[in-house]
């Protein structure tokens, strides 16, 4: 199973709660992540979801999620093509729910990640690189992290086969 991924960074500054990340009116407007995409970040990065590339990683200087337990957060992020999120330190439940929707959220320092650059993740050997240097390391995620995200996500994992087996 081989996780290596190549991102380019987008920086965000200071604690993000869910509610920067999806401001609390549309979580109970819409189910549709579609939906809720295209208010990435409105109020607190104003403009930023339009400058989102798929395969984007979120790098954060700060803690990164506090705040509520809904996984609308998490989806917006995935629906705007969001496949990666680093910080310093996460909201505990928006950290599970990532890893649960297949959104890696790596607890890393984010100092020497700056905004456009290209990186790549190596999950299996807990590696930050750039140019072919390790420029951040991190704890290697447990294996079964690894299957839910090689499944896409928890109930991927979890869900019987069609055979039953």
């Known amino acids: 199973m081989t996780h290596i991924s190549t991102h380019r960074v987008r ?8 509610d920067d990340i999806i401001p609390a009116r549309y979580k109970h407007m819409h189910t549709d992540p579609g ?10 990065l104003p403009g930023f979801v339009e400058s ?3 395969g984007d990683a979120i790098v954060s200087d700060s803690v990164f999620g506090i705040g509520s337990s809904r996984e609308q957060a998490v989806s917006t992020l995935l629906a705007n093509g969001i496949s ?23 607890e890393a320092d984010t100092g020497d990640l700056s905004e456009g650059m290209t990186i790549s993740v190596d999950l299996e050997r807990g590696e930050i690189r750039s140019e072919g240097d390790v ?3 991190f704890p290697k995620p447990p294996l079964f992290l690894l299957e839910m995200i090689a499944s896409g996500g928890l109930l991927n994992r979890v869900k019987p086969s069609p055979s039953g087996a």
């Open 35 to 44: 939906r809720l995409a295209p208010h990435l970040f409105e109020a607190y």
């Open 84 to 106: 990666l999120v680093i910080a310093p330190r996460f909201g505990r439940i928006l950290f599970r729910n990532c890893w649960n929707l297949a959104l890696p959220a790596i």
């Open 135 to 137: 420029i951040a390391g």
């Open 52 to 54: 989102v590339r798929p």
């Open 11 to 18: 920086r965000v500054a200071g604690t993000v709660s869910t």
